[in-house]
């Protein structure tokens, strides 16, 4: 493989024009192993998606700035726990076509297509692209000319267009859509199943500003995306488009929410009246819940919000919507203190079943858990206890004062004051009375049989009281 750092050759625009390679060498190119796929970052998009290029053939760089993932993908091993992740990695590194990297501009260099696969995170309710403009620049720093810069994490609209292709230009001294291609792919995977998704479960998004590039990428991506291509000439639109996906469920989870609430308060059955509603064709009434966690449906949101102010618009439905769902914690939690009897004090021993923000996975990414131990926290209640069959990882509690993460379910469930059900894990599904006995228990998930608890000892998220 060619190693070394760019070099910048003077060039006319017009001749790299007429002398682009086709699309049908380029792909071919691929598949013989001459050309290579880098991969920047290897957690929850980059892992599954360096995956499925190892199986269908393609020879991949991993790169990621974490030591310890670095370590780990050496010996075929992700601390993303998505099936058959492990499988397609071992298999790469067997078969001589995946390639581990620590250094960023050689990776960029020795690579055709660099994958972007990095989070924008939010701090103070704003998108925070530091993570992402790192990878940028080290990019940059290795582009050839002919080579395909690939974005995939959700970034508000025209972060492309004004903040990354200039960053890239600088750093490379070459220009996009002349003499490089950019393509904006935004990931589609549920966790858990994330291959599947890639795969076989939507077709894929693939947009660029140039006619060529979008040629490119609709081939290369479609040796990935069985159920197809949506292609979309503007980047600008893909990235509005991928925030619609997760703001359409925030808003209709919050509708949900809101719903259940107003059943809560005049004793109807929220879930039954929902089933009913539902069995019309246009209605697809979304399910309440004790908080909206993980880092894209709580995130879409705020990134639409900040466009709009910039744009001096208010998103209204957006930002109440948002609202609805960062209050559930609090209002959950003051009906579940309800149900212990002669009321809450500081010394009430509390339980909270789940750390996860939702059920079947190990990712804690803004679960509302969190938010639920504050707000305990702020009426000094101290022994609680937080059980999760997935997270083991008792640091994430380091911020909480004697609030302890434990993996036996019936230390969590007995001698307590209070249950409070947070996460719809599975393992949960078959807790009613005969386990539990006289232990109340709040379900903020709507996932238990109501019918199968003491009278009085069950309430949950649009359940009548019984």
């Not at 050689?106 to 992402?132: E, G, R, T």
């Not at 009913?276 to 705020?302: E, K, M, W």
Request: hydrophobic content about 40%; charged content about 25%.
């Amino acid at each position: 493989m060619q190693s070394g750092g760019a070099k910048h050759v003077p060039h006319n625009s017009n001749q790299i024009r007429k002398n682009r390679e086709s699309i049908e060498s380029i792909v071919s190119k691929f598949r013989s192993g001459e050309y290579l796929v880098s991969v920047f970052g290897l957690g929850h998009v980059g892992a599954p998606l360096a995956s499925v290029w190892l199986r269908s053939g393609v020879r991949v760089i991993g790169i990621d700035k974490s030591s310890k993932v670095i370590e780990n993908t050496k010996r075929g091993v992700t601390h993303i726990p998505e099936p058959l992740v492990n499988e397609s990695f071992s298999m790469g590194l067997q078969e001589d076509r995946f390639f581990i990297y620590e250094d960023p501009v050689k990776a960029s260099f020795d690579s055709k297509l660099k994958m972007i696969c990095v989070p924008v995170l939010i701090k103070k309710n704003k998108p925070d692209l530091s993570i992402i403009k790192e990878v940028v620049l080290s990019i940059g720093k290795g582009l050839k000319i002919g080579d395909i810069v690939s974005i995939h994490p959700s970034i508000p609209p025209l972060t492309t267009e004004k903040v990354l292709v200039p960053l890239l230009e600088r750093a490379s001294g070459l220009k996009s859509g002349i003499d490089f291609s950019v393509i904006y792919n935004p990931e589609r995977i549920y966790e858990g199943r994330a291959i599947f998704d890639i795969e076989e479960g939507h077709p894929g998004i693939i947009s660029a500003d140039d006619p060529y590039s979008l040629e490119i990428a609709s081939a290369l991506f479609s040796l990935l995306y069985k159920k197809g291509i949506v292609s979309i000439l503007g980047i600008k639109t893909a990235e509005a488009e991928k925030l619609f996906e997760g703001v359409y469920r925030d808003v209709n989870i919050s509708l949900a929410n809101e719903l259940a609430r107003l059943c809560d308060k005049l004793n109807i059955n929220f879930w039954e009246a929902k089933k009913a509603a539902n069995s019309q064709s246009f209605c697809h009434i979304h399910d309440p819940g004790i908080g909206v966690g993980g880092a894209c449906i709580p995130v879409y949101p705020q990134f639409i919000i900040d466009v709009g102010l910039k744009n001096k618009l208010n998103c209204r439905i957006t930002k109440t919507g948002r609202a609805i769902n960062n209050e559930m914690p609090k209002y959950s939690l003051n009906k579940a203190l309800k149900l212990i009897k002669g009321h809450y004090s500081r010394k009430s021993k509390i339980s909270i079943l789940g750390l996860a923000f939702r059920g079947g996975v190990s990712d804690t990414r803004l679960s509302p858990t969190f938010d639920l131990l504050r707000e305990l926290a702020k009426l000094k209640i101290k022994d609680v206890i937080v059980h999760d069959p997935l997270v083991k990882d008792d640091r994430l509690l380091a911020k909480f004062k004697d609030v302890r993460l434990i993996s036996d379910l019936d230390e969590a469930i007995t001698g307590r004051d209070l249950i409070i059900l947070a996460t719809n894990h599975k393992e949960y599904l078959n807790i009613d009375s005969s386990v539990l006995g006289k232990t109340p228990i709040y379900d903020g998930r709507g996932f238990l049989h109501p019918e199968k608890f003491e009278k009085g000892l069950y309430a949950g998220i649009g359940r009548p009281s019984v």
